[in-house]
Antibody, heavy 118, light 108 residues
């Protein structure tokens, strides 16, 4: 079955960077964009950006421009999201999701909790 | 506009019908997709495109759109439908994605 499995929880200090991985299985990795969405505790979903695993092309939400980098390793069907200059407000669960069609996301990874604390 | 607006909370009696709405200018050009999220779980796609349900989603879930408003309708709400529901779509430029703020559905 189509599945996205993310890396485990991270604890980082302010100013550090975090890199979350998302391993795809059950489909051709290069055929669908991977998107990243985050959710702070008790808050809504916030879209961060997308990456085309075939070309490596990316598009980021303006809020994260300059701080986020989305990459991939096609040999192991894995996408990565790196967020730098972390601050406490970046504490959230980060999800990867496969995009089909125009804007629908299915499936989603299980989520990765990133905690930023001194 | 790059915003999608949802009512923060909606309630429905068990077995009754409820409509959850999502408003935004970009919905005049793009379909909304809908997601169900239960506490501690990742979101699950329930409606996409004009009115399509992924495999495994009950047919009591349906979607519609008119003008700048997209709607998710649950016909005969069940206790297990109590969850947060989010819409998303492209923004007006078509290049980016936006989410609504979410609607907490309570089944009474």
């Amino acid at each position: 079955q189509v599945q996205l499995v993310q890396s485990g929880a991270e604890v980082k200090k302010p100013g550090a960077s975090v890199k979350v991985s998302c391993k795809a299985s059950g489909y051709t990795f290069t055929s669908y964009d991977i998107n990243w969405v985050r959710q702070a505790t008790g808050q809504g979903l916030e879209w961060m950006g997308w990456m085309n695993p075939n070309s490596g092309n990316t598009g980021y939400a303006q809020k994260f421009q300059g701080r986020v980098t989305m990459t991939r390793n096609t040999s192991i069907s894995t996408a990565y999201m790196e967020l730098s200059s972390l601050r406490s407000e970046d504490t959230a669960v980060y999800y990867c999701a496969r995009r089909g069609g125009s804007n629908w996301f299915d499936p989603w990874g299980q989520g990765t909790l990133v905690t930023v604390s001194s | 506009s790059s915003e999608l607006t949802q009512d923060p909370a909606v309630s429905v009696a068990l077995g009754q019908t409820v409509r959850i709405t999502c408003q935004g200018d970009s919905l005049r050009s793009y379909y909304a997709s809908w997601y169900q999220q239960k506490p501690g779980q990742a979101p699950v796609l329930v409606i996409y495109g004009k009115n399509n349900r992924p495999s495994g989603i009950p047919d009591r879930f349906s979607g519609s759109s008119s003008g700048n408003t997209a709607s998710l309708t649950i016909t005969g709400a069940q206790a297990e439908d109590e969850a947060d529901y989010y819409c998303n779509s492209r923004d007006s430029s078509g290049n980016l994605v936006v989410f609504g703020g979410g609607t907490k559905l309570t089944v009474l």
